[in-house]
C-alpha cells in the first residue's frame, strides 16, 4: 500500500505552497455540501416531497462524500490554518525582542506553510535586523495562491477608496462588509436565476423571484425556475459583481493627496 501511495505523497510534498489552499478549498466544498443537505432534508423536506425526488440521491452521496471529506481533510486545514495565522502576526510584528522570542514557533509554522513562506519570514528577519551581512531571499517576491484572498481582506486601498477619497472607505470593516454584501448578493442572486428562492405553487423553492415585481407587489412575482428575463435581476448581478470588484486593492502606489501636500 506504502508503494501505491508513494507517488501520491510525492506530488503533495511537491505542492507545499499549495497546501493551504487545497486543504482549504476542499474543506469549503466539503462543508458546502454537508450544508445542501441539511437544508434539503430539514428545511426544503427533500425526503417527502416527490418533486424533488431527482434531487434525492446525489444529495445523499454528497452528504456523506462532504462528512467522509471534513473527517480527514477539516483537522489537517484547521491545523494549517493556525500555522498561517501565527506566522502572519509574526510578519505583522515590529519588535526585534518579540521576533527573537517567536522564531523557533514562526521558523515551523514557515516551513510547514512552504518555501516561499519560509523566504518571507527571512526578508522580515532581514528588514528588523535579526539577520544580518543576508540578501533578501528571491522566493520572497513569489506568489503564493492564498495571496488573493490575503491582499483582498487585509486592503485599505481598495478601488473604491481610489475612487471616492474618504476615510471611511479605507477601514477594513467597511471594505469587508461591502466584499461579503457583494459576494453573497452575487451568489443568491445566481442561485436564484438558476434554481429559484421563491416558493411555487406546489410549495417548493424552485420558482426565480422576479426583483422588479416582488419590490412593486405586481403579480406573479416569481417564475419557474431558471428564467433569465427580469432585467432587474441582471442589474442586482451587475451592482454585486461591481461591489465586489470595488472592494478588491487598487493597483500601483496609492497618489499622495494634494491636500496633505499643502498642509505639510
Do not use: C
Not at 491545523?79 to 515590529?94: A, F, K, V
Not at 472607505?169 to 461591502?178: G, I, T, V, Y
Amino acid at each position: 500500500m506504502s508503494k501505491l501511495l508513494t507517488p501520491f505523497k510525492s506530488w503533495w510534498e511537491g505542492q507545499r505552497e499549495r497546501h493551504l489552499f487545497i486543504l482549504g478549498t476542499l474543506s469549503f466544498i466539503s462543508f458546502s455540501m454537508v450544508m445542501w443537505s441539511i437544508v434539503f432534508f430539514f428545511f426544503m423536506d427533500g425526503a417527502q416531497v416527490s418533486d424533488l425526488e431527482h434531487l434525492r440521491t446525489g444529495t445523499w452521496i454528497g452528504f456523506f462524500v462532504g462528512v467522509t471529506a471534513l473527517i480527514f481533510v477539516g483537522p489537517e486545514f484547521i491545523h494549517y490554518q493556525g500555522q498561517w495565522s501565527y506566522l502572519m502576526q509574526t510578519l505583522n510584528t515590529t519588535s526585534r525582542a518579540e521576533l527573537g522570542r517567536e522564531r523557533k514557533e514562526a521558523e515551523e509554522a514557515a516551513k510547514t506553510l512552504g518555501k516561499v513562506w519560509s523566504a518571507r519570514l527571512k526578508a522580515h528577519y532581514i528588514e528588523h535586523g535579526l539577520l544580518r551581512g543576508r540578501s533578501v531571499p528571491s522566493e520572497a517576491e513569489n506568489s503564493v495562491p492564498e495571496d488573493v484572498l490575503i491582499n483582498w481582506w487585509a486592503t485599505d486601498d481598495s478601488r473604491l477608496s481610489r475612487l471616492v477619497n474618504l476615510e471611511l472607505l479605507r477601514e477594513h470593516w467597511f471594505n469587508r462588509s461591502l466584499a461579503f454584501i457583494g459576494v453573497s448578493g452575487f451568489l443568491l442572486q445566481l442561485y436564484n436565476m438558476f434554481w429559484g428562492i421563491a416558493t411555487s405553487e406546489n410549495g417548493t423553492r424552485e420558482n426565480t423571484l422576479h426583483i422588479w415585481e416582488y419590490l412593486n407587489g405586481l403579480s406573479p412575482g416569481s417564475y419557474a425556475a431558471p428564467h433569465f428575463d427580469d432585467i432587474s435581476g441582471w442589474v442586482l448581478l451587475l451592482l454585486t459583481a461591481m461591489m465586489m470588484w470595488m472592494s478588491f486593492p487598487a493597483s500601483g502606489e496609492r497618489p499622495e493627496s494634494t491636500v496633505a501636500e499643502e498642509e505639510e
